[in-house]
């Protein structure tokens, strides 16, 4: 198993960071790989799991994805007209569709960043391995109705 890291944000309030995981199992066409987005509030000391990064009893996940919904899909079609191919359509976009769905186990992977919130989508999460890991980021003023007003002036 292979862990790689980034550090994301780092203040004296907020430490965010991107776990790359890759773990090749014998006999397999290939190894998988995986994110672990991990947000700490440091003082005083608190993991902050992606609920908390938004108001209480807000529907997160449904904002998120009514952003990264249309987001995803312009970014698929760059992709394929940087190989000089023509989108497809139809299947792919119901790989984004379902990966980026209305349900907060969609956006587990979500990193803390000057400005703005970076969600991380994994190999199969909304394309096909092949296509790659694809990445959101949503500006704060995007958020500031959704976000908790303390991360919201954290990233700023």
Known sequence: MQIDHEVVMFTEDILSLRLETYQYNVGGAH??????????????????????????RLNYAESLSEICVPRLKQQQRERWAARGTVHPGGELD??????????????????????????????????????GKYEVVIERNALAEQLDAEIYAFLG
């Not at 190894?31 to 209480?56: C, K, M, Q, Y």
Request: charged letters at 20%; hydrophobic letters at 45%.
């Open 94 to 131: 119901h790989w984004i569709d379902r990966g980026a769905s209305a349900d907060a186990a969609h956006f587990r992977n979500i990193l803390l960043q000057r400005g703005a919130i970076r969600v991380v989508f994994d190999n199969y999460q909304v394309a096909p391995l092949d296509y």
């Open 31 to 56: 190894g998988s790989d995986w994110t672990v987005a991990l947000n700490f509030r440091l003082r005083p000391s608190l993991h902050i799991e992606p609920s908390f990064l938004f108001r209480p």
